[in-house]
């Protein structure tokens, strides 16, 4: 994984979502636990991590085409591109 700030997706990003809950939408749906969360940088949806048993951000990115998070968790300042597999802080 790269660190770099020339992906488009992540260029494409004007202001940075922030959480607007710090829980996993999908987990609280069925039950279940997260690890991380992360921060949709189209729709804004929170969600929770590769880590996390259900992946429900990575799920959530390849289901609908938005390719850019960030994290959600306190003091973290970076976004992730899924498509180009790339970390940039901001």
Do not use: G, L, N
């Given at each position: 994984m790269a660190t770099d700030s020339s992906c488009?997706?992540?260029k494409a990003v004007t202001s940075v979502k922030?959480?607007?809950r710090h829980e996993c939408e999908e987990c609280v749906k069925i039950g279940a636990h997260w690890v991380h969360l992360r921060t949709c940088q189209q729709c804004g949806t929170t969600?929770?991590?590769d880590?996390?048993?259900n992946r429900h951000a990575r799920k959530h990115a390849k289901a609908t085409g938005h390719p850019v998070i960030s994290s959600a968790e306190p003091g973290e300042t970076w976004?992730?591109?899924f498509?180009?597999?790339v970390?940039?802080?901001y």
């Open positions: 488009a997706h992540i922030q959480a607007k969600q929770c991590c880590d996390s048993p976004m992730y591109c498509p180009d597999d970390f940039a802080e």
